[in-house]
């Protein structure tokens, strides 16, 4: 029998050399590997007749051979094998590549079941490499859900698949630290029947009610480790409350732009904050572009006024580096007493020791950069305000650190993400919430196109146009690397990499197209970023890693491809992209099916430009049914939960953990059980705290 902490090496056939391919998906225990859940599932569906194949769709056919396979060479260690297959409705061919002896399987005259993806040749729907399936094998996974697993080289899902079997058979499961009565109120599964129930589903319902249990818990120690969070910061106070200071008030009349009533009003919160006898604990909620940035200036600037010092953090050290700039460029205009510092990982180790001198010495009063500015070997002259960017909030263990050092910051949150009222208030229990809800009034509305793969030469056209106008364009894709595996009946996901090599081809050689995605490394990142921010590159194709924060007021078109892979808060957040300057901007969201309740909830984007609408626009228009295989991103990255999607879970957990606090705090008046729940937080949860940079 296994536990959970287990490494994985005890599993029989995870050996050291395999244990590394799992090491990069981040499995390290058992605990690790069964919370690798699929990212999707495919079903076997029934057997169709060879008149109703469609392109791309993953089809069983029963069907006779015909024509004996014929394998042609094309050069040395290529050859392809073409077999004709007919049914009593139509023929078609079947090609497979260096199989030669795939003939020895197949006889002139007999029926087989062959099951793979269909592609189009010469205009011919064709099967490609299709597996020939016995009678006995289809009629065991037919109509089951079989789990696709996100894979990394040198591990299929296949593989994948197998060891997880094994670890669901050999797990000692224990006693479900989930109270049962817990379980019963909420209708939740036990936690085997769960783990069990996500990875191998017999259908949709147990799917579902398998993935209920583990959402729930998911927000449930989320939300626990907030109310523990808010109990602590509501004793902190404040023993040197800050002064208001002229220079804010005047750098707000010098700007080249009126300041809109929402940034008025939320300045003067934060201002109010910082001066009175309790920390600032802040959230400011704000839609891309309404103009977080200058905000964080000002409380800066008080902060600094009242000499302290002030750490701006992004999430990214791309983000970081454009913060520092526009920090930069603002001193130089308006002549602060600003003297910022940039602290990122991707500095020598001679800039990193003269940047943490500035720090500790006081001589830099801002220092911007990514989140590892609050840990490591940082220390701080006087460190009196935090900002985090586009962020997470702030962790029970940040607070910690910097509580260690004798620091007792006050903290204010920026957030683009749109999220209702009633979810933010579980959500960020903890903060006060500002919400910057208007956007500057001299902007362009953004034009924007939903449409099929069709459009797709006219987008190009349009892209080629607008580059030659000296305008830049940002294309995304899903995926990262052309990924071969079959998927099910779902369309062909793009990729980044294959996609720049086809508009290098298909855009004027004068074009310059470069590609960025989160597996390349920070320096590298950071170089694309820069080139692309200098105008040096063009068109930057990309995953979404760019949706946070960039501002490239140059960018004007923004595109989309499988923008039905993407929740409709995402897509808004990835518009925000465009649209920061003086000209038009544009974005095209190009869906590969055509499926109508698809277009209609794309359709959202089209009439609204307001995210709070549109991310509960998406949670009403998909419904229960569709759970799986989309996500919103943002800044709540549960495994498996989506605070859009899943908000009822989300309120259902709410209720719940006022129940369980009060077994925290009083646990003489509850049974055993709660104990068990509380040991696993303890043990398991609490530990991990810094989850809150969820
Ligand atoms: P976000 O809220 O998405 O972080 P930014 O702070 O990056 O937005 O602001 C986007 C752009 O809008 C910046 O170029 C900024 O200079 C500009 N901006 C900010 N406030 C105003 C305003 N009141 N009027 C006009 N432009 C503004
Ligand atoms: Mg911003």
């Not at 009349?253 to 910082?274: F, G, H, N, S």
């Amino acid at each position: 029998m296994m536990r959970l902490n287990d490494p994985i090496t005890e599993l029989k056939g995870i050996g050291e050399k395999t244990a590394i391919f799992y090491h990069k998906l981040n499995i390290f225990s058992i605990e690790d590997l069964i919370k690798h859940y699929p990212r999707d599932y495919e079903e076997w569906r029934d057997i169709v007749k060879i008149g109703e194949l469609k392109e791309n769709q993953v089809h069983a056919v029963r069907a006779m051979v015909i024509s004996a396979p014929q394998t042609i060479h094309i050069r040395k260690n290529m050859s392809i094998t073409t077999v004709r297959i007919k049914d009593d409705t139509g023929a078609c061919d079947i090609i497979y590549f260096n199989m030669p002896y795939i003939k020895n399987n197949l006889q002139v005259g007999k029926q087989y079941i062959f099951r793979g993806r269909i592609v189009l040749k010469n205009h011919m729907i064709t099967f490609d490499q299709p597996k020939i399936v016995s009678a006995q094998e289809f009629a065991q996974n037919v109509h089951r859900l079989t789990p696709i697993y996100p894979t990394t080289k040198g591990l299929t899902i296949a593989a994948i698949t197998k060891i997880m079997h094994l670890a669901v058979d050999c797990l000692d499961w224990g006693q479900d630290y989930l109270p049962a009565c817990v379980c019963q109120r909420y209708g939740l599964p036990e936690l085997k029947s769960a783990v069990t129930g996500i990875h191998f589903p017999k259908n949709y319902i147990e799917l579902t009610a398998a993935r209920k249990r583990l959402v729930f818990e998911e927000f449930l120690f989320f939300i626990l480790s907030i109310m523990i969070l808010k109990d602590m910061t509501a004793q902190e106070t404040n023993d040197a409350p800050m002064m208001r200071v002229a220079a804010c008030q005047d750098l707000i009349c010098k700007l080249p732009y009126k300041l809109t009533a929402a940034q008025r009003r939320v300045w003067e919160e934060i201002e109010q904050d910082m001066c009175s006898t309790r920390l600032m604990n802040r959230l400011v909620q704000g839609d891309v572009g309404s103009g977080k940035t200058i905000v964080a200036v000002l409380a800066i600037l008080m902060c600094v006024m009242n000499h302290h010092q002030a750490a701006f953090m992004a999430p990214t050290e791309v983000l970081a580096k454009q913060h520092y700039e526009s920090v930069l460029e603002l001193v130089q205009n308006y002549q602060l007493p600003l003297k910022p510092v940039l602290l990122t990982g991707s500095l020598t180790a001679k800039e990193k020791r003269r940047a943490k001198e500035n720090i500790v010495l006081g001589t830099g009063n801002v220092i911007i950069g990514t989140q590892a500015l609050l840990q490591d070997d940082v220390d701080f002259h006087d460190l009196r305000l935090v900002i985090t960017d586009e962020q997470h909030r702030f962790g029970v263990k940040q607070r910690e650190t910097l509580a260690l050092k004798g620091m007792q910051p006050h903290i204010l949150v920026m957030s683009a993400t749109p999220i209702p009222r009633t979810l933010a208030l579980i959500l960020y229990g903890d903060l006060d919430i500002s919400v910057m809800d208007e956007l500057p009034a001299n902007r362009l509305p953004i034009k924007n196109c939903v449409v099929n793969t069709n459009y797709r030469q006219k987008a190009y056209e349009f892209i080629a146009k607008e580059v030659e106008n000296g305008r830049q364009v940002y294309v995304i894709c899903p995926m990262v690397e052309p990924n071969d595996e079959i998927m099910g009946d779902m369309p062909i996901l793009e990729n980044v990499v294959e996609y720049t090599e086809k508009l290098k081809k298909t855009l004027p050689e004068t074009v310059c197209v470069e590609y960025l995605h989160g597996q390349m490394n920070p320096k590298a990142k950071n170089f694309i970023m820069e080139e692309f921010a200098a105008h040096r590159i063009d068109v930057l194709v990309s995953t979404t890693v760019i949706e946070v924060g960039i501002n490239v007021p140059n960018a004007t078109v923004m595109l989309v491809e499988n923008a039905e892979r993407f929740g409709l808060a995402q897509l808004h957040q990835l518009r925000g992209r465009v649209g920061r300057g003086k000209d038009q901007s544009y974005c095209i969201l190009i869906s590969s099916t055509t499926q109508n309740d698809t277009m209609e909830r794309l359709q959202v984007l089209n009439r609204s430009n307001d995210g709070f609408f549109i991310s509960s626009e998406d949670m009403r228009l998909r419904g229960p049914g569709d759970l799986f295989g989309i996500r919103q991103s943002g800044q709540f990255q549960f495994r498996l939960g989506d605070i859009y999607q899943d908000a009822k879970i989300l309120q259902e957990a709410q209720n719940c953990a006022a129940n369980l606090y009060d077994a925290y705090t009083h646990p003489e008046k509850y049974s055993r059980e709660y104990q068990v729940f509380w040991e696993h937080y303890e043990t398991n949860i609490a530990s991990n705290v810094d989850f809150i940079n969820i």
